[in-house]
C-alpha cells in the first residue's frame, strides 16, 4: 500500500508497472473528496451565475440555485452530449490527420519516444473560422451555444467520467502498459483520480495530449465569442466582454503556436491519465475559465478607458513574462550555445546538468507561473469590481500554482541532488515573488 505524501514507486515485478509508493492529493480519501467536490464546485459556481441573478451574495441559496439550474438544463443534457461528442471525435481525428510536423516526445522508460501530430493550431483557426463565420453569415446562431451552456456543463461532467473509467479500466489490458510512476498504487480509488496509464492510446492518436489542448482549450475560446454574440443580442456588448475574449482567445493561440512545449510539461511527462486531467481538460476549464464573459453578458461593466488599459496592460505585462521566461527557458534546453541565451549565467551541478540563475529565471525559481497568474488577473479585472465571482479563476489560479511549484521543486530536488538543489535554492531565494515569497 502507498502511503504519506508525494509522488515516489519502487519496482514490485513487472518494471513497466512499478508500485507507486507514496501519495499525493491526500491519498484515496483526497481522491475520492475530489472526485466528487470538483464537479460540484463546477456546478455551484455556474448556479451563482445563472442569468441576471449572479454574485457570491446569493450563496445562502446555492441548494435551491442548483436545484434550479439541473432541473432546467436537464432535458437538453442529450443534445448537449451529442454536440460535445462530435466535437471530441472531430478533434480525436483532426488531431492524427497528416496536418503540421511531426515531433517525437522525450524517451519514456520503456526505450519509446511517442510521436504527436503538431496540429493544434490549425484546429484553433478552422474551429473559429467555420463557427463564427457561420454565426456571420446567419446560417448558425453563436448565441444559442451561450443558451446551451448548462447542459454542456453538465453533460462535459458526465463524459469525463465516462471517459475516466474507461481509461481507468484500459490500463490493465497488457502487462506492457506503461503506468505513471505516481498512479499505480493498488487502490483504485486514488489510481482512478491521479491516473493510472501514462500515454493512452488508440492507434496514433494520445488521447492526454488531445485533451489536454484541443476540446476544452478551444471550447473555452469558442464559449467566450459565443457570450459575445449573446451579448450582442440582448444589447449589452461592452469593450469589458470583446477584450476579455479576445485576449483569453490570444492566450490560447499561444499556446497552440507552441504546442510542442507541452512535451515536456509535467502533465504530460510524469502524470498519469485519469479522471485529474480528463476533468480539468473537459469540464472545469471551459466552464469556469468562463465566468467572466458569462458574467459580463448581464451585468455589463462599462470601464472608463483608463481602466481598460490598466487592464489591458496588466495582461500584456503577464504575457511578456510568461511567454519571455518560457521562451529563455526553451532556448537554452535546446541549445546552451544559442547566441540568443549567450548572458544567461548557469549553475553547474553534480551530476554535470545546468541551472540557470540569471536572466528570468534568476529572478524567481517559476517566473513563468508569475506571468499566467497576472494574465488572468488581468482578465478578471475587465469586470470590474462589483462582484467577486470573476476573479475566481486568478483567485484559484493562484492556489493551483503554488501546489504545482511545490510539486516541481520536490522533482528537481530528486532529479538534481538535494545538495546541489539546495545550493540553487540560495542562489534564486524567491519561489514565485521577489522579495515576498
Not at 471551459?286 to 458569462?294: A, G, M, R, V
Amino acid at each position: 500500500m502507498a502511503k504519506g505524501s508525494g509522488a515516489a514507486s519502487k519496482s514490485v515485478g513487472n518494471p513497466l508497472q512499478p508500485r507507486t509508493t507514496t501519495y499525493e492529493w491526500g491519498g484515496p480519501v483526497g481522491g475520492f473528496f475530489m472526485v466528487l467536490f470538483l464537479p460540484t464546485l463546477v456546478m455551484a459556481l455556474n448556479s451563482l451565475c445563472a442569468g441576471e441573478q449572479c454574485g457570491i451574495t446569493q450563496a445562502m441559496r446555492l441548494p435551491a440555485l442548483m436545484t434550479e439550474l439541473v432541473h432546467g438544463a436537464w432535458p437538453m443534457v442529450p443534445k448537449a452530449i451529442g454536440i460535445e461528442l462530435v466535437w471530441l471525435a472531430a478533434h480525436a481525428v483532426f488531431s492524427i490527420l497528416p496536418i503540421g510536423r511531426l515531433v517525437h516526445g522525450g524517451e519514456l522508460r520503456n526505450g519509446e519516444r511517442l510521436a504527436y501530430r503538431m496540429n493544434a493550431i490549425h484546429a484553433f483557426v478552422i474551429s473559429h473560422v467555420v463557427l463564427l463565420g457561420l454565426h456571420y453569415t446567419s446560417i448558425v446562431n453563436m448565441a444559442v451555444v451561450a443558451d446551451l451552456f448548462h447542459p454542456l456543463m453538465i453533460g462535459a461532467i458526465f463524459i469525463s467520467f465516462a471517459m475516466s473509467v474507461v481509461l481507468y479500466a484500459a490500463s490493465f489490458r497488457r502487462r506492457n502498459v506503461l503506468t505513471a510512476l505516481g498512479g499505480n498504487s493498488g487502490n483504485a480509488l486514488y489510481d482512478f483520480w491521479i491516473g493510472r496509464e501514462l500515454n493512452p492510446r488508440t492507434g496514433p492518436l494520445d488521447w492526454k495530449l488531445m485533451c489536454e489542448l484541443r476540446p476544452g482549450l478551444i471550447g473555452w475560446s469558442i464559449m467566450n465569442w459565443a457570450f459575445v454574440c449573446k451579448s450582442v443580442e440582448l444589447g449589452t456588448v461592452t469593450p469589458s466582454i470583446v477584450l476579455t475574449a479576445l485576449f483569453e482567445s490570444f492566450y490560447v493561440l499561444d499556446g497552440l503556436l507552441l504546442e510542442a512545449g507541452n512535451l515536456t510539461m509535467m502533465d504530460i511527462v510524469t502524470d498519469g491519465f485519469g479522471f485529474m486531467l480528463c476533468f480539468g481538460d473537459l469540464a472545469w476549464l471551459p466552464f469556469t475559465y468562463t465566468l467572466q464573459t458569462k458574467y459580463l453578458v448581464h451585468h455589463p461593466a462599462h470601464l472608463s478607458p483608463l481602466h481598460l488599459c490598466l487592464c489591458a496592460s496588466l495582461s500584456v505585462a503577464g504575457y511578456v513574462i510568461f511567454r519571455g521566461a518560457n521562451t529563455e527557458k526553451d532556448r537554452f534546453r535546446s541549445n546552451p550555445k544559442d547566441p540568443c541565451v549567450q548572458h544567461l549565467h548557469v549553475m553547474k551541478t553534480s551530476k554535470g546538468k545546468s541551472l540557470i540563475i540569471s536572466g528570468y529565471w534568476g529572478m524567481c525559481r517559476h517566473p513563468n507561473y508569475v506571468g499566467d497568474w497576472l494574465m488572468a488577473l488581468g482578465w478578471a479585472a475587465f469586470s470590474g469590481t462589483a462582484e467577486l465571482l470573476p476573479y475566481f479563476h486568478p483567485i484559484y489560479f493562484g492556489f493551483l500554482l503554488m501546489h504545482r511549484q511545490l510539486r516541481d521543486e520536490k522533482q528537481m530536488r530528486e532529479k538534481y541532488g538535494r545538495e546541489d538543489w539546495n545550493a540553487f535554492c540560495r542562489i534564486v531565494k524567491y519561489r514565485l515573488i521577489p522579495y515576498l515569497y
